[in-house]
């Protein structure tokens, strides 16, 4: 039965979401191989990425340069826990882990990255949320 407070979601959506949601399985495949050319592929021409602390990187070509310099001081690994969407909004719960290529391996940090889908599949923004080791999510007043 349909009515306001349950509204159908068209197929096409549901194809979206999954076809995001493979794409965002696939990206951190890419990303902890190294094989940045594949990762970028899945964002779309003018996409943008936001992550803590550092300025939104806009276009697939930066993306690539910025992920290219990390690689060089650094390896990144990424484990997802799992990943799920609605619509044109995918998101994925994992823990990152930076090991610099001359010392002890960073903090573990725990991670949210939601995902913008475009209509062709492509991802066209990430935005990072990290957990930060001693800070809380909310105030036990």
Do not use: W
Request: hydrophobic share 35%; with cysteine.
């Amino acid at each position: 039965m349909n009515n306001e407070h349950s509204p159908v979601t068209p197929r096409s959506d549901n194809l979206l979401t999954s076809v995001g949601m493979d794409h965002v399985r696939l990206s951190y495949c890419y990303l902890n191989d190294g094989d940045l050319d594949a990762y970028c592929s899945l964002f779309a021409e003018q996409a943008v990425v936001r992550q803590p602390g550092r300025r939104p990187v806009t276009g697939r070509q930066e993306l690539e340069r910025v992920e290219r310099a990390r690689r060089a001081t650094r390896s990144v690994r990424h484990s997802i826990y799992e990943v799920f969407g609605s619509g044109r909004k995918v998101a994925a719960l994992g823990l990152l882990t930076h090991r610099r290529h001359a010392g002890p391996a960073e903090s573990d940090l725990p991670f949210v990255d939601v995902f913008t889908v475009a209509d062709n599949g492509l991802l066209v923004d990430r935005t990072t949320f990290l957990f930060s080791p001693g800070s809380s999510l909310c105030s036990a007043d």
